[in-house]
């Protein structure tokens, strides 16, 4: 399974467009953060390289969001999924 390389244009492409689609806002519901922002792949990296550079696989979590779904990211694809629509 490949590396991610946060430095890949392609990757940094995909980052900056899921960002700005979601105003540079963390989009777990009740968290407004606008710092510490990460894209989360809705559905994992590991298990859908066609969807990898998917601007519709993103969402904005900050920091604390992201690792309070790491390792239940399943639970949370239909509603991420809902949120982005």
């Known amino acids: 399974m490949p590396m991610r390389d946060y430095n890949d244009p392609v990757y940094k492409d995909f980052r900056i467009k899921v960002l700005k689609r979601d105003r540079f806002t963390c989009k777990m519901p009740g968290c407004k953060s606008k710092r510490n922002l990460q894209v989360h792949h809705i559905t994992k990296w590991a298990g859908a ?37």
């Open 49 to 85: 390289s066609s969807l990898r550079y998917e601007t519709s696989n993103g969402i904005t979590l900050c920091r604390y969001c992201h690792k309070s779904i790491t390792g239940k990211e399943s639970h949370y694809e239909t509603m991420f999924r809902e949120i982005i629509k």
